[in-house]
């Protein structure tokens, strides 16, 4: 079980990224996984995490209430809503970090500010992504989630993708999300 192995580094600086550049991190990771409503972020993670033995936090689970009643409601979140959110998620993170733990969170993470928030040496983005047609239509098979698909626009309007200084990767959510996680995990040197 690799409940103890480092991470290498990924920088996303292209849609590639070849097996010769990363560089391992001297902490014992925590994946982030990001992206907007829709693109797939809790199955990855629960399939990654499981695989991997780590610890799992579904992120959605950290909103204050105030935050659920609103998207229920079909109103996006502004700034001043996602930072008491952010600040559990890192909080949570940083627990991890403290105890060596490797771990897995979902957080949409749609902006470099809230990614800033969240960075640690430990932390690395796994963005997924695909074209808007692809996400609506999973958003319109779920059922039992707060998030309705009418604020995926505003989601999408708001992802800033990852900078090429930020540690992460971006993955394709067009295959199946176990094709997905056997990527990851043989990209970031995890398997």
Same mark, same amino acid.
């Given at each position: ?21 990363? =560089? ?5 990771? !925590? ?66 970090? =403290?105890?060596?733990?490797?771990? !897995? ?11 800033? &928030? ?13 074209? &808007?047609?692809?996400?609506?239509? &999973? ?27 930020? &540690?992460?990767?971006? !993955? ?7 094709? =997905? ?11």
């Amino acid at each position: 079980m690799a409940r103890n192995r480092k991470v290498p580094i990924i920088n996303s600086d292209s849609s590639q990224f070849p097996a010769d550049r990363p =560089a391992p991190t001297a902490h014992v990771p !925590v994946l982030v996984v990001m992206g907007v409503s829709g693109s797939g972020k809790t199955t990855f993670a629960e399939l990654i995490a499981k695989r991997l033995g780590w610890d799992l936090q579904e992120g959605d689970q950290l909103h204050p209430e105030a935050n659920v009643a609103k998207m229920e409601g079909g109103t996006p979140l502004s700034d001043d809503d996602r930072w008491p959110w952010l600040a559990r998620v890192a909080e949570w993170i940083d627990e991890h970090g =403290a105890a060596g733990r490797p771990a !897995v969170i979902t957080c949409s993470a749609l902006k470099r500010a809230y990614r800033d &928030r969240l960075a640690r040496p430990e932390v690395v983005f796994v963005h997924l992504a695909g074209p &808007r047609e692809l996400i609506a239509e &999973r958003l319109g098979q779920r059922t039992g989630h707060f998030m309705p698909s009418s604020l995926l626009d505003s989601q999408l309007e708001t992802l800033e993708p990852l900078h090429p200084d930020e &540690r992460g990767i971006l !993955v394709d959510v067009h295959g199946s999300p176990r094709d =997905a996680v056997e990527a990851t995990i043989a990209r970031l040197g995890l398997g």
